[in-house]
């Protein structure tokens, strides 16, 4: 029996309908462990093999039907859909580590839809999860089910089974398997993103096994903040009305809390995860926007609101009060969720004007997604805009972020941030990550390496810009912690996405450097001798005092190649006098008047006051020995316009032809 405590729900779930589940991705995932199978039940032996029925189900190995060999599990008697084959995994799973279930499945009669679900119980009080949500499966073949558990309470009773959707017809299992690949230690001698990216907190979005183990380790190493990915949202807050529910949030609070990490609440309102009884009246009937609905409605917010924002008070600094309330394809911009076609524009002023009444200190945020396409931004522009007129008290605008490695630009992204500005709010980064993929139709049963290169990219270039904002951006989140729990796993379709700073096992990914150090982009994982990181939105190197010679040397020529009042074009060559080649760039100078670039090709650019820093584009990152690569730039100048005297690339000083 397993130590007790106070302790709860949350669980990292990954449903896939089919067998294959993602292996290792990062670029030692050959070193990865192997595999590890707990349970192996095939029935041959004759026996059930420890599978009881969850009632009155009869169960028997027989020889009528087998996936593998002559035997599998007959289960008949069934007398509810949602009893079925299970077994009993208390001792056999242990907290932090997530199993990989597969388990094939076939009617003896008919169709129907089956699941596999776990439950799991403390102190009586039973929670159900669903591993693998409902597939097809009929009496003509057999199908598999696989997905991923991960425990992270404590219970007295825990076992996994197969339920079905809606009838209860006899089933046939065989050939179940469980199994988990031992963690890979995280890597400790690697810069933590959070010593480097100083302007702002940086934070993951997290589910309950993500503070144990070596994710536990991985999260305090790296990141200051968390937000709680599920665990504040009305769901499991507030499952049935006026019965208040922490369980899945307070063990994420106190891990923060003792780790020293900022807390973003997420979310008080949104459309999503938001149960079905909160838009009913008290006699069960929909409402339908009439005042006696609207008042009720306003009522559960306000209450809401009050309690869940009190019972953590102001150990939540920023709190999503409103989420994803655009729609900007409606002529006022307004999505048309069951909140708005009740109360109009009052629910988000009652929540945000109560949610000051309770956390007087707390960011209040209006938080949506691509926020960086003009039509959406400006529709968000607009709301805050009248909202804020009125008085209403909003703190911050929250942008997702969630892009992939070729969407938006770092323009679009500069110009999303620019908007609110001049609004005086605060903006945060709420949920950022990248996805390998650019449409819906790819699917990629491992990361190739030039996405994964791309992706590194693209957090380099986002993350420069946030830096260049810093007094405008308070928060930057990723909405998870490794590749090995993303959403992006079952949306838009399910197949496996690395869309994180580190990979499944946990290792630093290139996008892992792309925020580090980009210097380092498509270099090995495996961690420096000596970091090398940066604690201003411009790396700049400390370059040796004499021109590089041998594996790692360079000549640039940089050309004025136009010039006006104010205003100059140039081009600068970078060539490759070393013996190594160069597999990503990164080329600083400081310029010696008050000359500012203002648009850049073939690179990209930051710039703190006259250091500039200038990163490869995705094409001409790799530069090999005797190569060269070209970029060009517009600036500006007042003054005069001399030509920098000094360059370094990747630390090396440079030749300058
Ligand atoms: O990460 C969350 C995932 O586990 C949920 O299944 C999903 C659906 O409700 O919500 C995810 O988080 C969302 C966030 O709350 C709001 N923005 C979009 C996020 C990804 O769907």
Redesign the pocket.
């Known amino acids: 029996m397993r130590a007790l405590a106070r302790l709860t729900v949350a669980t990292t779930l990954i449903a896939v309908s089919t067998a294959a589940i993602a292996v290792a991705t990062h670029a030692d995932a050959a070193d990865a462990p192997a595999p590890i199978t707990v349970i192996n039940a095939d029935f041959e032996d004759g026996t059930v093999e420890g599978f009881t029925g969850r009632s009155a189900e009869v169960l028997a190995a027989s020889t009528a039907q087998a996936h593998g060999g002559t035997r599998s599990l007959s289960v008949t008697g069934r007398t509810a859909t949602w009893n079925g084959p299970a077994l009993n995994v208390l001792d056999t799973f242990e907290k932090g580590t997530s199993y990989t279930i597969s388990v094939w499945v076939r009617m003896a009669d008919g169709s129907d839809s089956a699941r596999l679900s776990v439950e799991r119980r403390l102190a009586d009080t039973a929670n159900y999860e669903t591993v693998v949500g409902n597939t097809a499966v009929t009496s003509g073949g057999w199908v598999n089910l696989t997905g991923r558990y991960t425990l992270s309470t404590d219970v007295d009773h825990l076992s996994f089974y197969v339920e079905t959707a809606s009838t209860t017809g006899s089933l046939f299992l065989d050939d179940v398997t469980v199994s988990y690949t031992p963690a890979v230690p995280i890597q400790t001698d690697i810069p933590n993103v959070k010593s480097v990216v100083t302007e702002f907190p940086v934070g993951a979005?997290i589910t309950g096994a993500e503070i144990l183990g070596e994710h536990g380790q991985l999260l305090s190493k790296h990141f200051n903040s968390i937000t709680p990915?599920?665990a504040l949202k009305w769901d499991a807050t507030e499952p049935a009305a006026g019965t208040f529910n922490y369980t899945q949030a307070d063990p994420l609070i106190a891990y923060a809390k003792a780790n020293g990490l900022a807390i973003r609440g997420?979310?008080f309102v949104w459309h999503?995860?938001t149960p079905a009884w909160v838009f009913q009246r008290a006699d069960g009937t929909a409402m339908t926007g009439t005042a006696d609905d609207k008042a009720l409605l306003l009522d559960r917010l306000e209450n809401h609101i009050r309690n869940v924002g009190a019972h953590y008070g102001s150990a939540i600094g920023t709190w999503d009060v409103v989420?994803?309330v655009i729609d900007e394809s409606q002529s006022d911009g307004m999505r048309r969720s069951s909140w708005y076609t009740i109360t109009g524009l009052d629910y988000i002023r009652t929540a945000f004007k109560v949610a000051r009444e309770v956390l007087p200190t707390a960011k209040l945020c209006i938080n949506d997604?691509n926020t960086n396409v003009a039509a959406k931004r400006d529709a968000l522009y607009n709301l805050v805009s009248t909202l804020k007129g009125e008085g209403i008290p909003i703190d911050c605008v929250g942008h997702?972020m969630?892009i992939n490695v070729s969407w938006p630009t770092v323009a679009e992204t500069e110009a999303m941030i620019q908007k609110f500005v001049p609004l005086g709010v605060t903006q945060q980064i709420t949920?950022m990550d990248v996805s390998i993929y650019t449409s819906s139709s790819e699917n990629f049963p491992t990361p190739p390496a030039d996405r994964l290169l791309s992706q590194a990219y693209k957090y380099r270039d986002m993350f420069a810009l946030f830096r260049k904002y810093a007094s405008a951006i308070s928060s930057v989140t990723l909405?998870g912690l490794a590749d090995d729990n993303t959403?992006l796993d079952t949306?838009p379709v399910s197949r496996k996405d690395a869309p994180l700073l580190f990979d499944t096992t946990l290792q630093a990914k290139s996008a892992y450097w792309g925020v580090v150090d980009p210097t380092r982009i498509g270099t090995t994982t495996t961690a420096p001798t000596s970091p090398s990181s940066s604690s201003t939105g411009n790396p700049t190197d400390s370059p040796s005092p004499s021109a590089s010679s041998g594996a790692n040397s360079c000549s640039i020529t940089y050309r004025v190649t136009g010039s006006w009042q104010g205003g100059f074009q140039g081009d600068v060559k970078i060539t490759n006098t070393g013996t190594a080649p160069y597999s990503a760039w990164r080329l600083n100078w400081q310029f010696a008047a008050d000359q500012t670039i203002t648009q850049l090709w073939n690179g990209s650019v930051t710039q703190n006051e006259n250091s500039v820093a200038v990163f490869n584009a995705a094409w001409n990152g790799v530069v090999p020995a005797g190569g060269s690569a070209s970029f060009g730039f517009l600036g500006s100048w007042t003054g005069s316009n001399p030509a920098p005297t000094s360059f370094s690339m990747n630390g090396n000083v440079c030749t300058v032809a």
Do not use: I
Request: hydrophobic share 20%; glycine share 6%; charged share 10%.
């Open positions: 979005a990915g599920n997420h979310t999503n995860q989420n994803e997604y997702q969630h949920e909405w959403w949306y």
